[in-house]
């Protein structure tokens, strides 16, 4: 008597559905980075992923009510260096932390209502670090 091996899996059936193009967030420029992080974080309000700029760091904040097309997203840009990661504070969903490869670590505050510009100031600059910072 012959015993196939047969791989089994729970999941060998099941397949998924894409949504519908306006139920999905278009035009993003993720990053390519191959550093082991965190690339797109979630908070109760909005999203965030770190974007794919030349020259410097920037991340998007994109709310989840807005879907389809992005344009006018807000950008915050800050770091002359990649930015490696980000995390949310587990307490403020307004406050995102992000780090990069120029070894400085801010924290950023967003406003209530997500802006369609550019923010470029931080709340705080945490430095002294030698090396870069990863997560």
């Known amino acids: 008597m012959s015993y196939r091996f047969i791989r089994t899996s729970k999941y060998r059936h099941v397949f998924g559905t894409e949504f519908k193009n306006d139920q999905q967030y278009n035009g993003t420029k993720m990053t390519n980075s191959a550093w082991d992080s965190n690339i797109i974080v979630c908070g109760y309000k909005h999203f965030s992923m770190i974007w794919d700029v030349a020259g410097g760091g920037a991340f998007a904040v994109i709310p989840y009510t807005r ?31 992000s780090v990069s490869e120029d ?13 369609a510009e550019n923010i470029r100031e931080p ?4 430095q002294g670090h030698k090396r870069k910072v990863g997560t």
């Open 67 to 97: 879907v389809g097309k992005q344009c006018g997203i807000c950008l915050v840009s800050g770091h002359k260096g990649t930015v490696l990661n980000l995390d949310y504070n587990p307490f403020n969903d307004d406050l995102i932390a």
């Open 103 to 115: 070894s400085i670590i801010r924290i950023w505050g967003i406003p209530q209502e997500c802006p």
């Open 123 to 126: 709340l705080q600059i945490l």
